[in-house]
């Protein structure tokens, strides 16, 4: 079964950063544009950022632009989630998911995602 594993996720105090990544088991992200999405308790989920198949296409939520970076290696087969400055509200569970696309395009909404991960906790407290 295709799935993205997150890893990076933890604790961390207002102002810091972490970096998630996104690696699949077993098979190669290179096909597959990759959405970051996350679900604080009593939320909805939310698209948080997205990067295209061949790379040249990002988006990120208003709440985070300027703070996270995207980014993918497909030699290394991995999407990496930079987030900086982060504040108490980025507090979430992340997730990465894959949309089989190789379009030069990416979505923040949820729907054309047929592959979740099992998420990761970011929780960002003083």
């Known amino acids: 079964q295709l799935r993205p594993v997150e890893s990076g996720g933890g604790l961390v105090q207002p102002g810091e950063s972490l970096t998630l990544s996104c690696a699949p088991s077993g098979f190669s992200l290179r096909f597959y544009a990759v959405g970051w999405f996350r679900q604080a308790p009593g939320k909805e989920r939310e698209g948080v950022s997205c990067?295209?198949?061949?790379?040249?296409?990002?988006h990120y939520a208003d709440s985070v632009q300027g703070r996270f970076t995207i980014s993918r290696d497909n030699a290394k087969n991995t999407v990496t989630l930079q987030m900086n400055s982060l504040k108490p509200e980025d507090t979430a569970v992340y997730y990465c998911?894959?949309?089989?696309?190789?379009?030069?395009?990416?979505?923040?909404?949820?729907?054309?995602?047929?592959?979740w991960g099992q998420g990761t906790q970011v929780t960002v407290s003083s």
């Open positions: 998911a894959l949309h089989d696309s190789v379009e030069p395009m990416c979505f923040l909404g949820s729907r054309p995602y047929g592959y």
């Open positions: 990067i295209s198949s061949p790379g040249g296409s990002v």
